[in-house]
């Protein structure tokens, strides 16, 4: 059964500074990974969806890496701003079909 | 292009009573979710549907839980009876049919708590 664990829960950095959140999954059979944030009473807004077969991808300020062959994810904010407050989720597509999530990583971003 | 729609955003019920939920997917996704996000936690599926089938349901609790999709567009999703356990927020997702290169567009969900 794939787990997938977003470590650490919670991480608060001063604006300005780039900001490093964790995705990591036990069976490294996924067909993709997809990087979301949630804003409080809000649904999930798609940030960036890397294939198995890419090594990362890149959208402005946010750039994620993909290590399939030791379960890693990993999203990178450059430059945080404090509009980058909110929960980031990291969700697995594996051969099962299911999308698995992580529990998130809650940022503060301080003016 | 206009979003997943769900509706209510907030429903208060008592325990033992029963509760619906409405999605309306985008325009042409056959793939449609029902999610579970309990406070502080990820997502869980709940059911997913390949236009109007039903592709996995393992982990709806179907004591309690139903969902169809008819004509393979809108969806809902009903709970009865309602336990305390239940409360959380509903999410709906879509995505384009065919392939593992789509993403998955989120609702707003449906906050739940039952009382």
């Known amino acids: 059964k794939q787990e997938v664990t977003q470590i650490p829960a919670a991480l608060s950095v001063p604006e300005g500074e780039n900001l490093v959140l964790n995705c990591s999954f036990t069976?490294?059979?996924?067909?993709?990974l997809q990087w979301f944030r949630q804003d409080p009473g809000k649904g999930l807004t798609s940030l960036l969806l890397?294939?198995?077969?890419?090594r990362e991808q890149t959208s402005g300020r946010l750039n994620a890496s993909l290590d399939k062959s030791s379960g890693r994810s990993t999203l990178y904010i450059a430059a945080s701003q404090p509009g980058d407050s909110a929960t980031y989720l990291c969700?697995?597509?594996?051969?099962?079909?299911?999308?698995?999530f992580g529990a998130g990583t809650q940022v503060v971003v301080t003016p | 292009e206009a979003g997943v729609a769900q509706s209510p955003r907030y429903k208060i019920i008592e325990k033992r009573q029963s509760v619906a939920f409405w999605c309306n997917p985008i325009?042409?996704?056959?793939?449609l979710y029902w999610y579970q996000q309990i406070l502080g936690q990820g997502p869980k599926l709940l059911i997913q549907?390949?236009?109007?089938?039903?592709?996995?349901d393992s982990q709806l609790p179907k004591d309690r839980f139903s969902a169809e999709r008819l004509k393979g567009v809108d969806s809902t999703l009903k709970i009865q009876p309602a336990k305390l356990e239940d409360s959380a927020v509903y999410l709906c997702?879509?995505?384009?049919?065919?392939?593992?290169?789509?993403?998955?567009?989120f609702g707003p969900g449906t906050r739940l708590t039952v009382l």
């Open positions: 325009s042409g996704h056959a793939t």
């Open positions: 890397i294939q198995s077969s890419q």
């Open positions: 969700a697995v597509k594996g051969s099962w079909g299911k999308f698995q």
């Open positions: 069976d490294s059979a996924i067909y993709n």
């Open positions: 549907f390949q236009n109007n089938g039903v592709v996995d």
């Open positions: 997702a879509s995505r384009p049919a065919g392939g593992t290169y789509n993403e998955q567009f």
